[in-house]
């Protein structure tokens, strides 16, 4: 394909995959985050639509010429964005619901922070935790994954042909319920060792009770939490590498639910 012969159905085509590229990247958990500025998101999408259009089963004849069929075209690769990016975040969402159920244990629910991606306010663990996560996450190329499940959307799923069913509900429930088990399993070695911590403290109280239980129990639980805190960057790892190396396999089934 040669961009610059002018022909309008090439033209077309490159329209057709800068228009899928540019909505689901900006929807992306890190490609479209806040953090990053506007023009160098808009700079990566033509930089990555300038390298896959040539290779992409696309056809410029597809695209509508009515204003409001082209409208729901866009529409439609809108909600393709929205849900590949929110399956991306289920499990980053998973690592953050532990987070904050680490900072609550170890006393810091009230030690919050802003998330540059979501905006939103959440404990300074589940923020450490979402961060160790994301570092996980791109070292074992999981961005890469997500180019190779964009570039293959474009076969599997026309521009435009995007159906809402049944099964595509029922796929991403099943994956939203998954969000507190793994909460639990994340957190379940700090939760179960400052449970311990809180039983002795406990014990002591009873067996002195001159002594203050509180002021020596703050900072027992915060050095416990942080140690086994250790145990849970392993426990982050081999989930992350779990769900990277399914994301084929997930990402041809979300989009064959939505054909």
Partial sequence: MDLFSLDPIVI???????????????????????VLP???KAALCLTLTLALWPRLPLAG???????????????????LGLILGMVIRFIFAAIQTGGQLIGFQMGF????????DSGASEAVTAHFMYM?????????????????GLMKSFDLL?????????????QIFALSGQIFVLAIQIGAPVIAAILLVDLALALI????????????????????GFLFMGIIFEIISLHM????????????QIIGAMR
């Fill in 132 to 148: 160790v996560s994301l570092l996980t996450f791109l070292s074992i190329n999981g961005h890469l994954y997500l180019l190779n």
């Fill in 109 to 116: 629910a009230m030690v919050n922070v802003v998330d540059p």
């Fill in 205 to 224: 109280s009873r067996a002195s009770p001159q002594m203050n239980v509180l002021i020596i129990g703050f900072p027992i639980k915060i050095a416990v």
């Fill in 61 to 79: 004849v597809q695209m509508p010429s009515h204003p409001f069929a082209l409208a729901v075209m866009l529409g439609a690769e809108l909600l």
């Fill in 38 to 40: 506007a023009t160098a």
């Fill in 158 to 170: 026309p521009p435009g042909s995007i159906l809402i069913s049944a099964r595509l509900t029922d």
């Fill in 12 to 34: 077309l085509t490159f329209i057709f995959a800068l228009m899928r590229i540019s909505l689901i990247l900006f929807l992306m958990p890190f490609f479209g985050g806040a």
């Fill in 241 to 252: 590498e779990g769900f990277v190396s399914r994301m084929p396999l997930l990402f041809s």
